[in-house]
């Protein structure tokens, strides 16, 4: 069972270019999540999707776009890539419906982002 | 949404058990607690979660203050690989999204 998969694992980009991260999961679950984490720093949510055709912002929603293409994937977009943008991206899913508290989230292994 | 303290960072022996509190005292009463670590270089991790009473599995047991206004993960006999940053975190009410705060960096001697 693979999880929670991310693409790519890394990503260099100049300033001003775009790019979309990708998320992908196979559990079946109703929920997903982006999240952005700097250095020595907890993690920021960048937006969520309670379920398949909405989607919500976080704390962090500034500079990026996303799409829940289907209940698997959940895609993260930069449309100009600023060097404040640099971080480790980690997609996340839960089995819970809106509203539900008890689910736990599960963690794709992160994209680390550089842009330059 | 309600926020959670813990400390900085903590330091254990190898397989001696760990206490990792952690304070809520704005907890609602229908938020539940949960915890994640992070390994390095990895995604953070589900480690356990709990509303009111004690919790336990394979990985940890949770400890609820009768107030709620606080916890402790309790790790049995921690290894070298329990060596991670562990966040408290609360589920909020409306919306299913998780705040994680900075976390408490656990060091494990052997």
């Known amino acids: 069972n693979a999880g929670v998969t991310q693409t790519p694992k890394f990503q260099v980009l100049k300033t001003g270019q775009s790019m979309t991260l990708q998320c992908a999961q196979d559990?079946?679950?109703?929920?997903m999540y982006w999240y952005r984490q700097d250095p020595g720093m907890g993690l920021r949510l960048i937006y969520y999707s309670a379920s398949e055709g909405t989607t919500d912002k976080g704390e962090v929603p500034n500079g990026y776009n996303v799409s829940r293409l289907n209940k698997r994937e959940f895609s993260l977009r930069l449309e100009s890539a600023a060097p404040s943008q640099t971080s480790v991206y980690f997609c996340?899913?839960?089995?819970?419906?809106?509203?539900?508290?008890?689910?736990?989230?599960?963690f794709g292994n992160g994209t680390r982002l550089t842009v330059t | 949404d309600a926020k959670t303290t813990q400390p900085n960072s903590m330091e254990s022996n190898e397989e001696e058990p760990v206490h990792l509190p952690c304070n809520h005292s704005?907890?609602?009463?229908?938020?539940?607690i949960h915890w994640y670590r992070q390994l390095p270089s990895q995604g953070p991790e589900y480690v356990i979660h709990?509303?009111?009473s004690n919790v336990n599995n394979r990985m940890a047991s949770l400890a609820i203050a009768e107030d709620r206004k606080s916890s402790t993960l309790i790790l049995h006999r921690a290894t070298l690989r329990d060596a991670a940053v562990y966040y408290c975190?609360?589920?909020?009410?409306?919306?299913?999204?998780?705040?994680f705060g900075a976390g408490t960096i656990l060091r494990v001697k052997s």
């Open positions: 996340a899913s839960s089995e819970a419906p809106r509203g539900a508290r008890n689910s736990p989230l599960h």
């Open positions: 559990m079946n679950h109703n929920s």
């Open positions: 975190i609360l589920r909020a009410e409306y919306g299913n999204k998780l705040v």
């Open positions: 709990g509303l009111t």
């Open positions: 704005t907890i609602s009463g229908t938020d539940y």
